[in-house]
Nanobody, 125 residues
């Protein structure tokens, strides 16, 4: 399994931006990478995913505002979050899934087998 370490969370006003980073150990290019989030009292939910070949998919709630990307040279996946809303407040988790298919875009929690420790994002109104 790959080890994942997130960073970049913090406190931001509504309408602001943050960029989350997730550094992975291991053979980064073998993995589809995803971002999930969990708000207090709610279940963890899918946010975005990027395949090995950089295909992407997003939750409807973040389409047009969030962008996921990956940098193979830095073994890092990013989540650029713009036009943040108070309802985006949550702990954000990075996840990895080894995939033989370069276009594979997993979206469920069970599809991922490596997780980071999470980073808190708080959006004030």
């Amino acid at each position: 399994q790959v080890q994942l370490v997130e960073s970049g969370g913090g406190l931001v006003q509504a309408g602001g931006s943050l960029r989350l980073s997730c550094v992975a150990s291991g053979l980064f290019s073998d993995y589809a990478m995803g971002w999930f989030r969990q708000a207090p009292g709610k279940e963890r939910e899918f946010v975005a995913v990027i395949s090995r070949s950089a295909y992407t998919d997003y939750a409807d709630s973040v389409k047009g505002r969030f962008t996921i990307s990956r940098d193979g040279a830095k073994n890092t996946v990013y989540l650029q979050m713009n036009s943040l809303k108070p309802e985006d407040t949550a702990v954000y988790y990075c996840a990895a899934r080894r995939s033989f298919r370069s276009t594979f875009l997993p979206r469920t929690i069970d599809a991922f087998n490596s997780w980071g420790q999470g980073t808190q994002v708080t959006v004030s109104s």
